[in-house]
């Protein structure tokens, strides 16, 4: 089977949505055209079985964009996979658990030291913004990454901080901040 190509497999019916890049149509293609070959090797699917296929293809795309997210940040942002019915020119978005809702704000729990505020960026426009904290061993450094330059956001965050420090004992008995950094 290494000679066929199944490539073009899902062509007749569906196409791939603006917001994938060269790399990523490639990517998607060959997915595709592998599971054929192994599902359908006599090359006689349906409808449904190739948009099951090609869904497929498109979330293990969409994982890998996700780890490339958590490795090289900003780049990798905003993606969104989708795949357009020729019949309906339906777009039908693809998604991954952990890609998360399509909320701004996820529903439920939220992993401890992480918050979700709304506020004034500095175009005045008002946005959503998350907060990460994290704890790890150390002498009680407080340091403070991806504000960029925005003094406002840094005396804020730092306030906050100093307000911890204070009313720690309120919060937990067992809070440390000597031996920590934040």
Do not use: W
């Amino acid at each position: 089977m290494r000679k066929r190509s199944f490539t073009d497999a899902f062509d007749r019916y569906f196409r791939l949505g603006n917001n994938l890049n060269q790399r990523d149509v490639i990517a998607v293609r060959k997915t595709v055209s592998g599971l054929v070959k192994l599902i359908y090797p006599n090359g006689e699917f349906t409808r449904d079985d190739i948009e099951e296929i090609l869904r497929y293809a498109l979330v293990g795309r969409r994982r890998v964009k996700e780890q490339l997210k958590k490795i090289g940040g900003m780049e990798f942002y905003d993606v969104h996979f989708s795949y357009i019915d020729n019949d309906t020119l339906i777009e039908e978005f693809v998604s991954v658990p952990e890609q998360g809702g399509g909320k701004l704000i996820p529903e439920g729990m939220y992993k401890p030291g992480h918050i979700y505020t709304v506020a004034h960026g500095d175009s005045g426009m008002i946005g959503v913004y998350k907060i990460e904290t994290e704890v790890v061993p150390g002498s009680g450094r407080f340091d403070r990454t991806g504000l960029g330059s925005c003094r406002e956001a840094k005396e804020s965050i730092a306030t906050a901080f100093n307000y911890f420090k204070a009313n720690k004992k309120n919060i937990s008995g067992i809070i440390s901040v000597q031996n920590n950094d934040f």
